[in-house]
């Protein structure tokens, strides 16, 4: 998989509220991150994306989704997670955040 190759644009960022749209080519994925004190929402607006979560207490898995389109993901300070796109087709997704978004990378 093209690790990291997502594009990221933050389309809004005010009174702590972050809205981020990301370009997923096919291969792509994220690295395991968690979100800080954020809470979030990701809509996919095209194509399908996975997601593994692990615990971030005890780096523990607990699970694996894919997304469709139209479908929502909740992300949580407790997780630590990796989206990826390991489909044929480009997919989309719009990500909010609040308060705004400050990442810790994992290697998990």
């Known amino acids: 998989m093209a690790e990291y190759q997502y594009q990221r644009k933050v389309i809004f960022n005010k009174n702590g509220v972050e809205a981020v749209l990301i370009t997923w080519p096919a291969g792509s994925q994220?690295?395991?991150?968690?979100?800080?004190?954020?809470?979030?929402?990701?809509?996919?607006?095209?194509?399908k994306v996975k997601e593994e979560v692990y615990s971030k207490k005890t780096k523990k898995f607990l699970r694996e989704s894919i997304f469709k389109k139209g479908g929502v993901c909740l992300e949580t300070p407790d997780i630590i997670h990796r989206m990826s796109n390991p489909f044929k087709s480009e997919a989309i997704s719009i990500h909010l955040y609040a308060p705004n978004l400050k990442m810790k990378i994992y290697n998990l």
């Not at 994220?30 to 194509?47: A, M, N, P, T, Y």
């Open 30 to 47: 994220s690295f395991f991150h968690d979100h800080g004190k954020s809470s979030g929402v990701v809509r996919i607006l095209s194509g």
